[in-house]
C-alpha cells in the first residue's frame, strides 16, 4: 500500500468549525479558499502520484487546489463524504443537545448504534469509508496519494489504517485545512504526522 497524505478541508461559508455538514455541499469560505493556498504551497514540493477526494464542493476545490501544482486530476469519491447528518445537518453540538438528547447521548458514547435521524447510520460509513479503504491496496509501496475528505471519514480512514477498533475515531482531533501523513506496511500503518496546521500560521 501506498504512502498516504491525509487533508481535511478548509473553512466553509457556512462555518464547519461551528456546524455539522456533512451531505449538504457547502462551499469554501474566503478563509477556506486561503488555507487551500496554504496546503498548495505546503505540498508543492512532495512527490503525489495520486490524488482522490470527497466529490463535494469544499473537498473537491482543496483538492484542485494542492493538484495545480503537480499537474494531477482529482478522482471524486462519493465513498469518502462525510456522514449524512439528516435533520442534524447545520447544528451545533449543543443544538443537538437540547433537540436531540438520545442522539446526543449515544454520539458522547461513541456509540456504533448511532443513527442520524433522516439521514445515515455509522454503521452504514463505516461501510462505505472502508470500501474506499479497500481501494487504496490497488497502489505500489512506492506512491504517494493525497486523500482529501472529512473530520469523520478521515479519521475512520486512520482508524482502518492502523488497525484500531472505530470507535477509536472519536480520540483524534483532525482541524480544518489539517496535514497528517499515514505510510502503510503488510503489518499495518504507522501514523507519521497527526493533524499539523503549522502551514496556516499567521492566518
Not at 478522482?75 to 447528518?85: K, S, V
Not at 480512514?157 to 482541524?175: A, E, H, N, T, V
Amino acid at each position: 500500500m501506498p504512502r498516504l497524505l491525509l487533508v481535511r478541508h478548509g473553512e466553509t461559508e457556512l462555518k464547519s468549525s461551528e456546524r455539522y455538514w456533512g451531505a449538504t455541499d457547502v462551499s469554501l469560505s474566503a478563509l477556506g479558499l486561503e488555507q487551500a493556498g496554504r496546503l498548495r504551497d505546503r505540498l508543492a514540493g512532495e512527490k503525489i502520484d495520486v490524488i482522490y477526494a470527497s466529490d463535494l464542493s469544499r473537498t473537491m476545490v482543496t483538492a484542485e487546489a494542492i493538484a495545480s501544482k503537480h499537474h494531477l486530476s482529482v478522482a471524486g469519491c462519493p465513498d469518502l463524504r462525510e456522514i449524512d447528518f439528516g435533520q442534524l445537518e447545520g447544528l451545533t453540538f449543543s443544538e443537538i443537545d437540547q433537540r436531540f438528547p438520545e442522539v446526543a447521548g449515544l454520539w458522547k458514547k461513541g456509540s456504533q448504534k448511532l443513527a442520524f435521524p433522516g439521514g445515515e447510520t455509522v454503521a452504514r460509513f463505516n461501510r462505505r469509508v472502508s470500501r474506499f479503504a479497500g481501494r487504496l491496496s490497488r497502489h505500489a509501496p512506492d506512491e504517494t496519494v493525497l486523500v482529501t475528505a472529512h473530520n469523520g471519514s478521515l479519521r475512520t480512514l486512520i482508524c482502518r489504517l492502523m488497525g484500531l477498533g472505530l470507535g477509536r475515531r472519536w480520540q483524534f482531533r483532525l482541524d480544518l485545512a489539517s496535514l497528517s501523513i499515514v505510510e502503510t506496511y503488510s503489518p499495518g500503518g504507522i501514523l507519521r504526522l497527526l493533524n499539523d496546521v503549522s502551514h496556516l500560521n499567521g492566518l
